[in-house]
């Protein structure tokens, strides 16, 4: 994770109503702003193949959504613990979060704490990835803490997914998940491909537009203004990497399903090139260290200064991603996991 001095040239303020409190009935039912330079157009998720054009390539992630969110006591008071991920077999990167509805970071825990989290001690060893990494200089929101047992399996069994209090309630782990997903990891869902469902795919494919899995397990979402995405796990298969190098050569888009396909793909550049890749990344794709090899994005709606938005801006383009959110803004669409979708085709 790093300190990002880039900040995003896009201005706006997501009004309070614009906060997707529940899943949407039909999951290709949503939203779709589609973003061009000719213009803008207003339509659903499932008109998405309207827009994509034999030859192009759409790349996905993988990834499936882990219980990753705990109630723990800290001191004899109850907060909410997140989990971002595993270091190794008992080494965790966490977050602590206020309890009841995780709505705020814990800021002034001290290396030694021991939380208690079911049966299992957990002691915090040190800030991640280093002391006051938080943009503001306020404490630190990420910790390496050392667990005296299986977290995973405790989590398995009684954990739930990581939830931030602006649902309407509690949802189950298969309303994290996409139609991709396979291969469990993520902390919190990789939600671009969510509203994918089996038959659009199918769609896709008869359209002769390619599609093609990465995997990037992600960690917490929940970045301060100016706070870069935390080193994240991926690959990328030799043969989704020969698609999209074949389909560069002949002319297609490469498509990236949200801002997790983008930093795999763009941290498996070789000299211009995708090439098989896995391993840790912390890959940052901003205007000033753009994107190699996407010139496309579906996507979600991201909050102001989030980095995420550096990396739409980056393949959009500033006015066409100020154009876009103005328009998504004026026009009532919704943000969060459970959103509406945009697609970039600058």
Same mark, same amino acid.
């Given at each position: 994770?790093?300190?990002?001095?880039?900040?995003?040239?896009?201005?706006?303020?997501?009004?309070?109503?614009?906060?997707?409190?529940?899943?949407?009935?039909?999951?290709?039912?949503?939203?779709?702003?589609?973003?061009?330079?000719?213009?803008?157009?207003?339509?659903?998720?499932?008109?998405?193949?309207?827009?994509?054009?034999?030859?192009?390539?759409?790349?996905?992630?993988?990834?499936?959504?882990?219980?990753?969110?705990?109630?723990?006591?800290?001191?004899?008071?109850?907060?909410?613990?997140?989990?971002?991920?595993?270091?190794?077999?008992?080494?965790?990167?966490?977050?602590?979060?206020?309890?009841?509805?995780?709505?705020?970071?814990?800021?002034?825990?001290?290396?030694?704490?021991? +939380?208690?989290?079911?049966?299992?001690?957990?002691?915090?060893?040190?800030?991640?990835?280093?002391?006051?990494?938080?943009?503001?200089?306020?404490?630190?929101?990420?910790?390496?803490?050392?667990?005296?047992?299986?977290?995973?399996?405790?989590?398995?069994?009684?954990?739930?997914?990581?939830?931030?209090?602006?649902?309407?309630?509690?949802?189950? +782990?298969?309303?994290?998940?996409?139609?991709?997903?396979?291969?469990?990891?993520?902390?919190?869902?990789?939600?671009?491909?969510?509203?994918?469902?089996?038959?659009?795919?199918?769609?896709?494919?008869?359209?002769?537009?390619?599609?093609?899995?990465?995997? +990037?397990?992600?960690?917490?979402?929940?970045?301060?203004?100016?706070?870069?995405?935390?080193?994240?796990?991926?690959?990328?298969?030799?043969?989704?990497?020969?698609?999209?190098?074949?389909?560069?050569?002949?002319?297609?888009?490469?498509?990236?399903?949200?801002?997790?396909?983008?930093?795999?793909?763009?941290?498996?550049?070789?000299?211009?090139?995708?090439?098989?890749?896995?391993?840790?990344?912390?890959?940052?794709?901003?205007?000033?260290?753009?994107?190699?090899?996407?010139?496309?994005?579906?996507?979600?709606?991201?909050?102001?200064?989030?980095?995420?938005?550096?990396?739409?801006?980056?393949?959009?383009?500033?006015?066409?991603?100020?154009?876009?959110?103005?328009?998504?803004?004026?026009?009532?669409?919704?943000?969060?996991?459970?959103?509406?979708?945009?697609?970039? +085709?600058?």
């Amino acid at each position: 994770m790093t300190t990002l001095t880039e900040r995003s040239r896009v201005r706006f303020q997501v009004p309070e109503e614009a906060t997707a409190a529940t899943p949407p009935a039909e999951r290709d039912g949503v939203r779709l702003l589609v973003a061009r330079p000719e213009g803008l157009s207003h339509e659903h998720f499932r008109d998405v193949t309207d827009h994509l054009e034999p030859g192009d390539l759409v790349v996905v992630n993988d990834s499936a959504t882990v219980n990753g969110e705990m109630d723990a006591v800290r001191d004899g008071r109850a907060i909410v613990l997140h989990a971002s991920g595993s270091l190794d077999a008992e080494t965790w990167v966490v977050e602590l979060r206020t309890s009841p509805d995780a709505a705020a970071p814990v800021l002034d825990a001290q290396p030694g704490e021991v +939380l208690g989290i079911g049966e299992l001690p957990m002691t915090l060893l040190e800030p991640y990835p280093h002391a006051h990494s938080s943009p503001t200089g306020a404490g630190n929101r990420l910790w390496r803490a050392h667990v005296e047992g299986d977290l995973r399996a405790l989590l398995d069994r009684h954990g739930r997914p990581i939830a931030y209090g602006y649902l309407d309630r509690r949802y189950p +782990l298969s309303a994290y998940q996409s139609v991709f997903a396979g291969v469990p990891g993520s902390a919190e869902m990789a939600s671009a491909g969510r509203p994918f469902t089996a038959a659009l795919v199918t769609r896709l494919v008869s359209r002769g537009v390619a599609v093609a899995p990465i995997t +990037l397990h992600t960690g917490v979402s929940s970045q301060e203004a100016g706070e870069g995405p935390q080193p994240e796990w991926y690959r990328v298969p030799a043969t989704t990497a020969r698609l999209v190098e074949h389909t560069r050569r002949h002319g297609g888009r490469v498509v990236a399903t949200g801002t997790t396909v983008t930093r795999a793909l763009e941290s498996a550049v070789t000299d211009g090139r995708v090439e098989e890749s896995w391993g840790w990344t912390d890959r940052v794709v901003t205007p000033a260290h753009p994107a190699v090899v996407v010139t496309g994005l579906i996507t979600g709606w991201h909050d102001p200064q989030a980095s995420h938005l550096l990396l739409v801006e980056a393949i959009a383009g500033t006015r066409l991603a100020q154009a876009a959110y103005d328009a998504a803004i004026s026009e009532g669409y919704h943000w969060h996991e459970f959103g509406d979708s945009a697609l970039f +085709l600058p």
